[in-house]
């Protein structure tokens, strides 16, 4: 019992002395809501369902750029994606997607800031009428504009171009699709 009531005190005396030598500085957070329209230029899918809105929600940390150079953001996206369906004979389909984004901006205190991202996430989609979903990954590119309010709010506008694959279990071939997105949306 000793021993481990001087380990303990030992270890909030490090604690304390590192603490006053090493200025810890808590990463700054960006939360994002956005929202658009999504569409599906090129699919294996025999279901036709190519256009639809979604909504994701962003959670992002700074991770670069505090003194000169411009800021990156390392983020953690959830999102919704509804899909109507062509024809009468087609059905409709949602995507859930999460995963992991980073977000380069491009310019420095300026009004209006360019931004650069990158995404890897993974999707559950499901076709209506169908039991069961289907998992698979998809890349995203985007390129947009930050509008820098007076206030910690901003606005932003974004074009999207993405890559997912969905693979089928016992078939040597997987399903593939291309989509073409315009989101817009606010940070704080």
């Known amino acids: 019992m000793k021993k481990i009531l001087l380990i303990f005190i030992t270890l909030l005396i490090v604690n304390n002395l590192f603490s006053q030598v090493v200025q810890m500085e808590k990463c700054p957070k960006q939360y994002s809501i956005e929202f658009g329209h999504k569409y599906i230029f090129a699919s294996t899918f025999e279901n036709k369902a190519s256009q639809g809105v979604g909504l994701l929600f962003d959670w992002a940390w700074q991770f670069?750029?505090?003194?000169?150079?411009?800021?990156?953001?390392?983020?953690?996206?959830?999102?919704?994606?509804?899909?109507?369906?062509?024809?009468?004979?087609?059905?409709?389909?949602?995507?859930?997607?999460?995963?992991?984004?980073?977000?380069?901006?491009?310019?420095?205190?300026?009004?209006?800031?360019?931004?650069?991202?990158?995404?890897?996430?993974?999707?559950?989609?499901?076709?209506?009428?169908?039991?069961?979903?289907?998992?698979?990954?998809?890349?995203?590119?985007?390129?947009?504009?930050?509008?820098?309010?007076?206030?910690?709010?901003?606005?932003?506008?974004?074009?999207?171009?993405?890559?997912?694959?969905?693979?089928?279990?016992?078939?040597e071939k997987s399903n593939k699709i291309s989509t073409f997105e315009t989101k817009v949306g606010i940070r704080f």
Do not use: C
């Open 64 to 171: 670069s750029g505090f003194v000169k150079k411009h800021k990156v953001f390392l983020s953690v996206p959830m999102g919704y994606t509804y899909l109507f369906p062509d024809s009468d004979s087609d059905k409709s389909m949602s995507i859930l997607n999460y995963g992991w984004t980073v977000r380069h901006e491009l310019t420095k205190n300026k009004k209006y800031v360019p931004f650069l991202g990158y995404a890897l996430l993974l999707n559950q989609i499901r076709i209506s009428g169908i039991e069961g979903s289907i998992f698979g990954h998809q890349t995203k590119f985007d390129f947009g504009y930050n509008f820098k309010t007076e206030k910690r709010l901003m606005f932003f506008a974004k074009i999207e171009y993405s890559f997912t694959r969905l693979p089928s279990l016992g078939e």
